[in-house]
């Protein structure tokens, strides 16, 4: 037990660290020397102490905070970069600097429905004609075609930036945590050569696309996309809606890599090797096999804690005993965060270790109450059978989820009523899924005909999985929004499970502790109810109008939510319908959730169940009453449409060409707007002069990037504007007289 706690401590210096940075009392110039200093000191009382075996433990734990701080300082949040550092000349969101950047890719691509981001390894950047020798990763987003692969040198031209910080999403801290410190959006891109990657990746990847475009070939959609997420990892392709409901049902720990993935490999490893190579003989490949693995699925930090415990398993069977669990687990975070200190703010880590430390804490407990439980009604024959099913499934996920589902609501403000069903229901059928696709890509690569035969088996029971998530989610109230409240309970529940564990690990050690069980049983009791049902409460319309603007290629929509929960959208039939309806039932409380009003021409045949508002059916000046004091008034053009709330308005849809701008002028319409959103570039709209002068909106919202008309251009500077970045849902909230704004990334929401 002494590596559990110095993982603590260790992990407690590195978070020590962080808050240190955020109070000041560290920075970039700090030296490393009183690290080393205090660490010396604190390994000399070890030595001195070694016969005073409590003494001893106390100067290693100090000495493990002090080597995590120290860690940290060598790689902080805030990038401590120099002239050497392509981050050194990132611009702000503000004050964006035009750069060219030279570099190879070094990581495999992240394909997206109209966008790639490319990982580019820096050589040179050129500002101002100057080309400078620099280091460090920038994430490259660009247009889904022309297509490049790793190991390609590039040359690309755009805005250097620092990543942002978004509203609900701190997306430069996100980077950091993988060793990004750079972004560059829509930049225009230049191959300059070929084959500049490493050897042993650019094989490792050919084998991950030669797969997945083997999966792509050989199984229908979304069983595909699916597997392609819990085989190889890569989960850009699998649909919204299936997503959402995966993400409804608490189930979406099935679909990208995790423990569960590598536990089964490593047994079928194990098993197989064994079998020819003999259990001792058998441990070295079954390592290496996990290895390349874990890096061919891309060695994130739920991967790679999850190949670490793996591995750790397969030695602790060569060396003839059981693994220790809970050593296991702390040192793969050990590794992991020796590796990378920021790690430890990683959500999939974190709910990776979560899950395992989970297991580890309630499988036992949860299966001996199951059992006195049947045992009172059942046969011990029968038992021991129902035991079987309910350990692989149920138990497994009470287990898990005992840990994993406060964190999932501190980070995601939502909670799954129905995921214990649907895991109950879907985790018998995920080992075939594994073992059958690993058949399949395996014996697909060799003979595609082979290939096609064994996809049988992961098709049936992903088709099976899919259609059980996409029957779950439909219950109502299959996840509610858990809010503020939630956020609270979540803290405090973690307060009282690991102070409770406290408290029988001092029992255990003699203490005189009252007894723990009838505390915590009432505590549930009477906690768990009343936190479901203040969720609940929390769940209904909070009484004001939200406004989403959602940005699709070529096109846009706009979601209304009432301040009564009455839901209407808004297109004007440009670019890809089917794709903003996706993107826009994210943002709706659960999958299926009907639309009240579907607003321009083709938008009903979209909304079948939506009440169609087509503007050619109504006259000029008509209102249409979505909700008390919401309405919708019809504009003298094909396609236009007044919001009003109280004092707030806004022009629907966002992309009235000049045209239509010039009939409404001449028309005489009235076109004052609180709010006005200027289309995205790729829309072929924009607002005009005169348009800006008749709504003299009291806020813009201009996507960046985006250049107008020079006369257009000098409207909008002169004006109050919030330039919001590309490819974000912009949420407007409002009480009618109030405003407030939220941008999200589109990924939030999928």
Avoid at 334 to 347: G, S, Y
Avoid at 417 to 438: C, D, E, K, R, Y
Avoid at 652 to 675: F, S
């Amino acid at each position: 037990m002494t590596l559990v706690y110095l993982t603590i401590a260790w992990m407690g210096g590195i978070l020590l660290a962080k808050l240190l940075w955020s109070q000041g009392w560290l920075a970039c110039p700090t030296p490393g020397w009183p690290f080393a200093a205090l660490a010396a000191i604190a390994l000399a009382a070890a030595v001195v102490w070694r016969g005073r075996p409590r003494e001893r433990l106390a100067a290693v734990l100090i000495l493990a905070v002090l080597l995590g701080a120290w860690r940290y300082q060598a790689q902080p949040y805030a990038a401590c970069s120099t002239p050497a550092d392509l981050a050194f000349y990132n611009g702000t969101e503000e004050e964006a600097v035009r750069a060219t950047v030279e570099g190879v890719v070094v990581a495999y691509p992240d394909v997206r429905d109209v966008q790639t981001q490319y990982r580019l390894r820096a050589a040179t950047v050129t500002l101002a004609g100057r080309t400078l020798p620099v280091g460090g990763d920038v994430l490259v987003q660009a247009q889904r075609f022309p297509e490049y692969h790793y190991g390609d040198r590039l040359r690309v031209s755009g805005q250097l930036q620092t990543p942002p910080v978004l509203d609900d999403f701190d997306y430069r801290a996100y980077l950091a945590q993988r060793g990004i410190r750079s972004l560059m959006r829509r930049a225009r891109i230049e191959r300059v050569a070929e084959g500049k990657g490493n050897w042993f990746w650019g094989s490792l990847y050919a084998v991950k696309t030669r797969s997945s475009a083997l999966l792509n070939r050989i199984l229908p959609e979304p069983a595909a996309a699916l597997a392609n997420g819990m085989l190889l990892g890569i989960e850009s392709g699998i649909p919204d809606d299936v997503d959402e409901a995966f993400k409804a049902t608490g189930t979406s720990h099935v679909i990208v890599i995790s423990g569960s993935n590598i536990a089964l490999l490593s047994g079928v490893l194990m098993a197989g090797l064994s079998h020819l190579l003999g259990k001792r003989r058998a441990v070295w490949p079954a390592i290496l096999a996990i290895t390349v693995y874990v890096l061919l699925v891309g060695a994130d930090a739920a991967a790679l804690r999850a190949g670490l415990m793996g591995i750790l398993y397969i030695i602790a069977i060569y060396l003839g005993r059981q693994s220790t669990a809970y050593v296991s687990l702390c040192a793969s975070a050990l590794l992991m965060t020796l590796h990378n200190p920021l790690t430890l703010w990683d959500i999939g880590f974190q709910l990776s270790f979560m899950a395992t430390l989970g297991l580890v804490l309630f499988t036992d407990g949860i299966t001996l109450r199951f059992t006195r439980l049947l045992a009172r009604r059942l046969a011990q024959e029968r038992v021991q059978r129902v035991m079987a099913v309910l350990n692989d499934a149920l138990i497994v996920t009470l287990a898990a989820q005992t840990t994993t589902l406060p964190l999932i609501v501190l980070y995601f403000g939502r909670v799954s009523l129905i995921s214990f069903v649907t895991n109950f229901l879907i985790l018998p059928a995920q080992p075939p899924i594994m073992n059958g696709g690993m058949l399949t890509v395996i014996g697909g690569l060799v003979w595609e005909p082979l290939g096609r035969v064994l996809a049988v088996i992961p098709w049936l029971f992903l088709t099976y999985t899919t259609a059980i998530v996409r029957l779950t989610a439909a219950v109502p109230f299959a996840s509610v929004e858990t809010g503020a409240l939630g956020r609270v309970a979540a803290g405090v529940y973690f307060a009282v499970l690991f102070g409770s564990l406290l408290w029988r690990k001092l029992q255990q050690q003699g203490w005189a502790m009252p007894p723990l069980r009838p505390v915590m049983g009432w505590a549930a009791a009477l906690g768990v109810p009343l936190w479901l049902t203040a969720s609940l409460l929390l769940a209904r319309p909070d009484g004001k109008l939200h406004l989403f603007f959602v940005p699709g290629t070529a096109g846009e929509a706009a979601l209304v939510v009432t301040p009564n929960g009455r839901y209407a959208w808004a297109w004007d039939g440009r670019g890809d319908g089917e794709a903003l309806v996706a993107a826009t039932a994210a943002l709706l409380p659960r999958r299926g959730q009907p639309v009240d009003a579907a607003l321009g021409p083709g938008a009903a045949a979209l909304w079948p169940s939506a009440r169609p508002l087509d503007p050619t059916l109504l006259a000029p000046g008509a209102g249409v009453r979505l909700d008390a004091g919401v309405t919708l008034t019809r504009l003298p053009a094909d396609d236009g449409w007044l919001l009003s709330y109280n004092h707030f308005r806004a022009l629907l849809p966002t992309t009235l060409g000049p045209a239509t701008q010039a009939a409404l002028i001449r028309a005489g319409a009235e076109l004052h707007a609180t709010v006005l959103k200027a289309p995205d570039p790729d829309t072929g709209a924009w607002p005009t002069a005169a348009f800006l002068a008749a709504a003299a909106p009291q806020l813009i919202l201009w996507p960046e990037e985006t250049t107008y008309p020079p006369d257009v251009d000098a409207q909008l500077a002169a004006r109050s504007v919030q330039r919001i970045p590309a490819e974000i849902i912009v949420e407007v909230i409002t009480d009618g007289r109030l405003l407030w704004l939220k941008q999200r990334s589109v990924s939030e929401y999928r």
